[in-house]
């Protein structure tokens, strides 16, 4: 028999493990043939449930009763012939269901992602609305949630598209500048046309450059604690998270490593890391720690810097974190006799108490730091990029366009116009998509 199989694909498209039902998703050419092998007559009405014995090569014994539904090419999610099996949950039913659907030779089990590329390669969806269905199967939070279900609604397809056609309507005057003499333009059109591409200009950039909200919303917000050695920062850590996740001593520079952990803060997901007690190492490994510490300041979108209440002195690398835009937890409020006699702290900075022994503030600050993302993130109205994949195509788009004003012949200005217009459409995935489509599905797990 011809190899018919290549082309028809499945996959458990509902989560695996025990279930009441599990959807088993076919799409390709012999959807509805495959339904016929497995005893499914007659076919039923597009778009209507029906309830047939499933049967092992069409006429063998019942396997299970399922819910079949069927959505002709092309209105289906992926454009293609798609037919579900709503099967019974359970390891065994699945396992002969699979088999079933393998011995009819009329299908293949589906690749990573490959319903969803399909969707793509058929035009039913954009990469950014593909990333954003990728998003929102993977969304833990509900701010996640929101951010995914937007972009797979389209907003950044709109806002990216929207300036593609601007950029082609504008490619259309750099082109009559090299095909037309000045005399013969409309007076003033040079100016006009590099007056909308600096307009663009700004807009884009002013897309890139706010805070990476997008990026925070979806991969957590990141917070590390810093401090002095020994102030307690390992100890926090397992106070909030309720477990005993970081190694805790009275040896100062017991951390080495960044540990990181993930917390779920007023609906938005958030990396904690723990970092090593900046001091000046004593040896090579401690060294080690105290980089990676900075590094992890540096990409920090907050910084908690933790003192101890009774120990005024203060590491100058420690000094240098404390300013307005971090926030200051004082520890060891337990071993305070009525008297903080930490170090000293600049007038503006007000301080959170608390005690990673007895718990004490531990409320506050989960307050406190709720509050302060609530403020950085929830006001995301406008649409965000989330993925570097996106800033990098826009910086590019922008590094040509600013290029066009100060182009020496209409020539140039056309190309600079033309390298923008390419960097826009990678991201939806209008132009050059072979090299981007495997790191777009790459994120995608079978069935979707
Ligand atoms: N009394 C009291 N002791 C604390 C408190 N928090 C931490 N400690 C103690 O302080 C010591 C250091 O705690 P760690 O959590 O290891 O401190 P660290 O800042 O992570 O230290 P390094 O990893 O060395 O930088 C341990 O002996 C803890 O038990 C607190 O709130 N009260
Ligand atoms: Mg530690």
């Not at 063998?60 to 819910?67: E, K, N, R, T």
């Not at 046309?193 to 890139?208: D, F, K, M, P």
């Not at 997008?214 to 102030?231: C, D, H, Q, T």
């Not at 105290?290 to 992890?296: G, I, L, T």
Request: proline fraction near 4%; charged fraction near 25%; aromatic fraction near 4%.
């Amino acid at each position: 028999m011809a190899d018919t199989s290549t082309d028809t694909i499945y996959a458990l498209s509902s989560g695996a493990g025990l279930a009441g039902v599990s959807v088993v998703r076919v799409s390709g050419a012999y959807a509805d043939a495959l339904l016929t092998s497995l005893g499914v007559s007659p076919l039923p009405e597009a778009r209507y449930a029906a309830l047939h014995k499933l049967r092992s090569d069409g006429d063998g014994p019942v396997i299970d009763q399922a819910l079949i539904l069927r959505f002709p090419a092309p209105g289906s999610f992926t454009g293609e012939d798609v037919a579900e099996l709503h099967v019974h949950g359970g390891r065994a039913v699945l396992a002969a269901v699979f088999d079933a659907i393998s011995a009819t030779g009329l299908a293949r089990h589906a690749e990573p992602g490959e319903f969803t590329r399909r969707a793509f390669e058929n035009g039913k969806l954009d990469l950014t609305a593909a990333e954003g269905l990728a998003d929102l199967v993977a969304a833990q939070t509900d701010a996640q949630r929101r951010l995914a279900l937007r972009q797979y609604d389209g907003v950044l397809a709109d806002l990216y598209e929207g300036w593609r056609a601007r950029l082609i309507d504008l490619m259309g005057y750099a082109e009559a500048e090299i095909d037309f003499s000045d005399e013969e333009l409309p007076e003033g059109l040079k100016a006009a046309t590099e007056a909308r591409i600096a307009v663009l200009n700004a807009e884009i950039t002013q897309h890139i450059v706010v805070e990476k909200q997008g990026e925070y919303i979806r991969s957590g917000f990141p917070i590390v604690l810093l401090g002095a050695p020994n102030v307690g920062k390992s100890s926090i850590l397992n106070s909030l998270t309720k477990r005993d996740v970081a190694i805790v001593s009275e040896v100062a520079g017991t951390t080495r490593d960044v540990i990181e952990i993930h917390l779920n803060l007023g609906g938005f997901s958030v990396t904690l890391s723990d970092t090593a007690g900046m001091r000046e190492a004593s040896n090579a490994i401690e060294a080690e720690g105290v980089r990676r510490a900075e590094q992890r300041a540096q990409d920090a979108a907050l910084r908690l810097v933790v003192l101890d209440a009774t120990d005024s002195t203060l590491p100058e690398k420690v000094r240098a974190l404390i300013t307005d835009e971090c926030i200051v937890v004082v520890n060891k409020a337990d071993l305070l006799n009525g008297k903080y006699t930490g170090p000293e702290l600049p007038d503006e900075i007000v301080p959170i108490l608390v005690s990673a022994e007895t718990g004490a503030g531990l409320e506050d600050l989960l307050a406190r730091l709720t509050g302060h993302i609530r403020d950085r993130l929830e006001t995301f109205e406008a649409p965000l990029p989330t993925r570097q994949r996106h800033r990098d195509a826009l910086a590019e788009a922008n590094a040509a366009l600013a290029n066009v004003a100060d182009a020496a012949y209409p020539e140039l200005a056309a190309e600079d116009v033309r390298v923008a217009l390419r960097a826009l459409g990678r991201i939806t995935g209008r132009v050059d998509i072979d090299e981007i489509l495997d790191t777009v599905f790459r994120d995608f797990c079978i069935g979707k």
